[in-house]
């Protein structure tokens, strides 16, 4: 009974701490994203409201989770701002006719610069071409979305005033959740600091380890000698190995088969008809983003060409079937109608 009484006693001074210690970590953290890029980063990210307030493609690349400046890829550097691509020239040769790409890891691709689908279509259309030099800007970024093509977009049209720009649309994860009733472009609201700073500063330090794992069979043989220049699309160790050196990396598959099962379950959701909803409403914020960028092309004069890429789950119906029978047992998940 002593004990309990203490507790109750000291129950008011103990909530009083807590909720002081939470406000002013609150305002260490607030004022401490304003001096430090590293804490603004891990304030920030997940919050594309934010790419909303950067007003350069420098900017917006600083703060971006899935863009890295000269990052190692697979011993190939990504470019300055850390797109799959060789570094962009702003002017451009009265010979050149330029197209700029946006998309998310269909077109920035598990595979480095020189492989990169995209890269293979301007070497193709280049050679095809005599008359004109075809320059094909990759600017696509792994796991983003509509919301991410168009503020890209915003950055760059100007800026390296595009002939022809491309949207990449994969229709397994760009389009709304029906299932779950889940849209990426909504912005997240950030309420608290401390929290959203907390949360990622976690997913950090546990995902650290991982990638890591991953990178260790393309690290460099002498990390003593001196490298190549840093830019975009060229060899990071000309001694190391390259994707040529191991094809069978790039084979597959690139996930567990539980890991495969729960990502396409999810796709399922996306792909998912539900008569009795209006999916033409819902779907509308997704087209409404793609609008943006077709109004801001054609009041710069860039032809616009939305390139569709299709779930795997649509194409192959056996495939489908199997998800929806092994999604059951792994995510336990049963959409309605779907059987």
Known sequence: ????????????????????????????????????????YLVTVGDRA???????????????????????????????FGFNDTEFVEKK????????????????????????????????????????RVELYNFAIGGSGVFDYQNVFRL?????????????FYFGNDGLDFYRDVSEINPS????????????????????????????????????????EKKGGGLVDPNGLTYLDQPERFLGPNFSEEAYIRMMAKELGRLYNNPEEDIDKKFTPILEEIDRIRIMAENSDIPLII?????QLQVYPE?????IYESKKITFISIPGLE
Do not use: C
């Open 1 to 40: 009974m002593k004990v309990r009484g203490k507790f109750i006693k000291y129950t008011p001074l103990m909530v009083w701490i807590a909720v002081l210690s939470f406000t002013v970590g609150e305002l260490m953290v607030r004022v401490a994203s304003v001096f430090l890029p590293g804490v603004h």
């Open 189 to 228: 609201r950030r309420y608290s600091y401390l929290i959203h700073y907390l949360k990622n500063t976690f997913i950090v330090f546990t995902n650290v380890k991982r990638l890591v794992n991953n990178s260790k069979q393309l690290l460099p043989k002498n990390p003593q000698k001196d490298y190549l």
């Open 307 to 311: 390139v569709g890429h299709p779930s």
């Open 93 to 132: 040769e009265d010979d050149a006719f330029r197209i700029v790409s946006m998309g998310d890891s269909f077109s920035f691709a598990i595979v480095p610069y020189p492989a990169n689908v995209l890269t293979l279509v301007e070497s193709h259309l280049d050679e095809k071409f005599k008359k004109v």
């Open 156 to 168: 760059i049209k100007d800026r390296y005033a595009p002939d022809l720009a491309l949207v990449h």
């Open 319 to 323: 495939k489908r079937e199997k998800i």
């Open 50 to 80: 934010q790419l909303l307030n950067y007003k350069t493609l420098e900017n917006f690349a600083k703060y971006h989770p899935n863009l890295t400046s000269y990052q190692n890829y697979h011993n190939y550097y990504n470019n300055a």
